[in-house]
């Protein structure tokens, strides 16, 4: 062995009266799912300081940890469907395309394309930091400091010590109105649990057999035969990704409390009935899926837990008519796609023309100046959010608050000039490409 130095240590000792960490942005973006990494990047291409902020220890939320596998949202009804949301979404589609992680798949009256996490979170990452964005990953939200109805600071603990993160705007991307909540403003929540789903991803099956399952069939088949292997969810579907080997499972059910141990009860719910979905393909199909198996399980995908009160709130009737309200900043044709029963999803699916809105009323908590929500923490009642909390109105509704925040300047968002704010986000309104 030969001799080689020794790293040099020292020794340290926590100082509880230490001053915590102070960063300062033009604007703060709480929450780095889809919605957040878009609100970000809308605001840095703006010239904007921006500060980026999540408890995960990864970008990208629930788009990158939960393996959707699928962009929803993204395209309207019909036989010759065009894409509704843009901003990010080019360049985004255009990279997945490039790394052949992106697949255009026809839906019963949509596109629904499906694409691979790994590329997706590798693009935001490379993205976001090459934006001079600030990250804070593995920050946790203590406390606001508010005044009024502006938002001065955000008083964070991280592993390495707190932060105090100051700013002139803040986005509320963080799925739960964790920050109009923690700052006082009204929040809703509803009175019996919105169903989560925790995905995951399957490999060692017959990638060809398995592209050829009617879903339909195998979903009627699931309903009758899904007690035998306590199934919770008696619906759901299998999507191959051609020629990757792998294919995403939506089949579970879990319920997703706003308690301390909620969250990991429900993580360790959600992979048990994973298991037993595997069990009930491998037993049920066993020429596609005999030899399956988990090849990785996602962090639980959460769909509605605690919303903003704003200053509308979108009604289910909204949605089915397909009013456009004098503040609409974005459009959507998604289904009505309430997860409230354990066994099953109710669906209301739209028109080849159909198309909904969400106003800007709707993502402004009441008595906020400085605050935007965005994702699915805007206001609605839980069968109209269920139209909207997907990922291509996410992606809209982060656009769509970082303009209005770089609008308001020092001044309160409630009181921007609309129009201003609408050519901004017209291609988000009428655009119209086809992919």
Request: aromatic share 6%.
């Amino acid at each position: 062995m030969t001799d080689h130095p020794l790293p040099a240590t020292r020794v340290v000792r926590q100082d509880s009266h230490a001053a915590p960490r102070v960063l300062e942005a033009d604007i703060v973006v709480l929450g780095a799912g889809i919605s957040g990494i878009s609100a970000a990047l809308e605001a840095a291409q703006l010239g904007r300081r921006v500060a980026l902020v999540d408890a995960g220890q990864q970008l990208g939320g629930q788009s990158t940890g939960s393996l959707l596998g699928t962009f929803c949202g993204f395209y309207s009804n019909g036989p010759d469907p065009y894409r509704v949301v843009y901003g990010i979404v080019d360049r985004m589609f255009a990279h997945l395309k490039k790394t052949d992680a992106f697949h255009l798949r026809r839906g019963r009256n949509s596109y629904i394309p499906l694409y691979q996490e790994q590329a997706l979170v590798r693009w935001i990452e490379q993205t976001v930091h090459g934006a001079g964005i600030d990250v804070l990953l593995g920050a946790i939200l203590l406390d606001v400091k508010r005044d009024g109805g502006r938002i001065e600071a955000l008083s964070l603990a991280t592993r390495f010590g707190p932060v105090e993160l100051r700013g002139q705007g803040f986005v509320d991307a963080s799925g739960d109105a964790a920050l109009s909540y923690a700052a006082g403003f009204a929040c809703r929540e509803p009175v019996s649990p919105i169903m989560g789903t925790l995905m995951f991803t399957l490999e060692g099956f017959d990638e060809a057999a398995a592209l050829t399952l009617d879903r339909w069939i195998v979903q009627k088949h699931l309903a009758e035969q899904g007690g035998r292997y306590g199934l919770v969810r008696r619906d759901g579907f299998v999507f191959a990704f051609p020629g990757k080997g792998q294919a995403t499972v939506n089949m579970t059910h879990v319920e997703t409390p706003l308690e301390p141990l909620g969250l990991a009860a429900a993580q360790a719910e959600g992979r048990a009935q994973a298991d037993r979905v595997v069990a009930f393909l491998r037993g049920e199909y066993p020429q596609v899926f005999g030899s399956a198996r988990v090849r990785q399980y996602g962090m639980l995908g959460i769909r509605q837990t605690r919303w903003i009160v704003g200053g509308h709130s979108i009604t289910v009737d909204e949605v089915r008519r397909g009013v456009k309200p004098a503040d609409a900043i974005l459009r959507c044709s998604w289904p009505v796609e309430l997860h409230d029963r354990a066994e099953d999803v109710h669906w209301e699916e739209f028109g080849d023309d159909h198309l909904h809105y969400v106003p800007l009323r709707a993502m402004l908590p009441v008595g906020a100046d400085n605050v935007v929500a965005a994702g699915r923490c805007i206001d609605g009642d839980p069968a109209a959010l269920s139209s909207v909390r997907v990922m291509g109105p996410c992606v809209a509704m982060g656009a769509a608050a970082a303009h209005a925040l770089d609008l308001a300047g020092a001044g309160s968002v409630q009181q921007i000039d609309i129009a201003a704010l609408q050519g901004r986000l017209a291609d988000n309104l009428t655009r119209c490409d086809r992919d």
